[in-house]
């Protein structure tokens, strides 16, 4: 029988929960970053790894990825999850800073994915409050006449708090999982 995994690093409970879905589709464990001392990788036919996203990064796949030899980026999907709008602008950069860095070229067709997730400025502390604030300052100073109204809902969200997330998100990462675990090796 072909085994899959899902490894999640959550701060707030969005990438967990979605990592808690996609398990429970695949008939799979979710299993918590911390713990990736604890597992062997090479027993995997699918390796599904996702983080939340801060700037453009995905949290930890910096970490994550000194496990990711050849044969393991073969059968990985990865999932960030944050609040910024899924369009490609967003999707390159968090590319660039996430399988860009170990696999320039894609050449072990690494299968990137961006989930919405949820925000709720009250439990934003330290660093990240830091962050949000000044990245809503930089989305209005920084927007072209075209891009305003995008960088104005995004500014809302940090102002105000969005939850996104939704079961539907994990289709996608669900049934790429499945043509991997059925691709003859």
């Known amino acids: 029988m072909k085994k899959v995994i899902v490894i999640f690093s959550s701060k707030r409970g969005s990438t967990k929960r979605y990592a808690e879905w996609i398990a429970e589709d695949l008939d799979c464990e979710a299993v918590s970053f911390e713990e990736i001392e604890k597992i062997n990788l090479y027993e995997y036919d699918c390796i599904i790894y996702g983080g939340w996203i801060r700037g453009s990064g995905i949290v930890n796949f910096d970490k994550f990825s000194k496990y990711l030899h050849e044969e393991i980026l073969q059968k990985l999907v990865v999932f960030g999850v944050g609040i910024a709008y899924p369009s490609a602008e967003n999707y390159m950069q968090v590319w660039n800073f996430s399988i860009g860095k170990i696999d320039p070229r894609n ?33 209005i100073s920084g927007s072209t006449k ?9 500014q809302d ?13 994990i289709q ?12 003859e090796k």
């Open 146 to 154: 075209d891009s305003q109204s995008e960088a104005r809902k995004m």
């Open 107 to 139: 050449d072990n067709r690494v299968l990137l994915y961006i989930l919405e997730g949820s925000y709720n400025p009250m439990n934003i502390t330290g660093l990240d409050k830091l962050l949000m604030y000044v990245m809503k300052k930089v989305l």
């Open 157 to 169: 969200r940090i102002e105000s708090g969005t939850n996104l997330v939704k079961r539907e998100n």
């Open 172 to 183: 996608g990462i669900v049934r790429d999982a499945r043509a991997i675990l059925n691709e």
